[in-house]
């Protein structure tokens, strides 16, 4: 069902929906307002009023709520590389240093003869090291500074922090503001703001299950496994309240990069039901 042709029922809850997805977070509003007036300033004046009688319900807000998902800031449009929702992509860097990207992911590249930095400015990252000694590796976030000295770690940027987990080797870690830097060693993690550390604790050392294209999950949550289906699927993927406190777990792999073909997976073995609206507005509800 196209949004622009929802009955009057209908209508009202996704203007609803639309309604309550802005009030959780003040930034996604503003970032529709960004994009509606870019748009305005892009299109001739006969095709804006189109597109402003088209919006006036509201409902183009939920189709930008979907393409959007929860903050697309201006640096990821701009960055150097980036990845779709439902991307992942390898990236060889001028030192032979590799860098996988997982889903909505953005990064910023600043090499020079005494330096090697990676700038992750969304998402998050693999980053598998070239050896140069005399020049540092670094990925560096709005919170901290991730230094080298071994080969293999993961960086992702969350709300509020940033996560460093070291599959080879170790890894030295400075929060942006100077707080007590930390050394991790292969099977480690931690959670750091621009502070310091907020935690700390025992990580995996084989590689990150999506850089090899897939999502494993034992025994989770269906809310855990549709959050991470959400970070790799363009658009809005919601699930109905009805299954808000669902028993029901999962167990499998699916595929990091085919969200659809996870659904109907995630479905066939638990027995719900995909609903799309649209291709950017799915809801997984009981059968």
């Not at 090291?129 to 000295?149: C, E, G, I, S």
Request: hydrophobic share 40%; glycine share 6%.
């Amino acid at each position: 069902m196209a949004l622009q042709t929802a009955g009057a029922d209908e209508h009202d809850r996704l203007r609803a929906e639309c309604d309550t997805w802005q009030a959780k977070d003040p930034r996604r509003r503003q970032v529709l307002e960004q994009i509606q007036r870019m748009w305005q300033a892009t299109e001739p004046a006969q095709a804006r009023r189109r597109q402003r009688r088209r919006h006036l319900t509201g409902l183009g807000a939920v189709v930008l709520a979907a393409l959007l998902g929860t903050q697309l800031p201006w640096t990821y449009w701009t960055a150097d590389h980036r990845t779709a929702a439902g991307e992942i992509r390898t990236l060889t860097l001028p030192d032979g240093s590799q860098v996988v990207l997982n889903s909505g992911s953005a990064i910023d590249l600043d090499y020079s003869d005494a330096t090697r930095t990676v700038e992750l400015v969304r998402g998050e990252l693999l980053a598998t090291v070239a050896k140069a000694p005399d020049r540092p590796f670094q990925v560096v976030t709005r919170d901290l500074t991730a230094t080298a000295l071994g080969t293999e770690y993961s960086v992702r940027l969350d709300d509020g922090f940033t996560r460093v987990a070291v599959q080879e080797s170790t890894v030295a870690v400075t929060p942006r503001h100077g707080g007590d830097a930390l050394n991790l060693t292969a099977g480690q993690q931690a959670d750091l703001n621009r502070d310091g550390v907020l935690a700390r604790e025992a990580a995996p050392r084989q590689r990150p299950d999506w850089a090899d294209g897939r999502l494993a999950f034992s025994n989770a949550p269906l809310t855990d496994v549709v959050e991470r289906l959400a970070r790799h699927r363009p658009g809005l993927l919601t699930l109905d309240d009805a299954l808000a406190n669902s028993p029901r777990r999962f167990t499998g792999v699916l595929p990091a990069n085919d969200s659809d073909a996870a659904l109907a997976l995630l479905a066939d073995t638990l027995n719900l039901e995909v609903r799309y609206l649209t291709p950017w507005y799915v809801t997984v509800r009981p059968q």
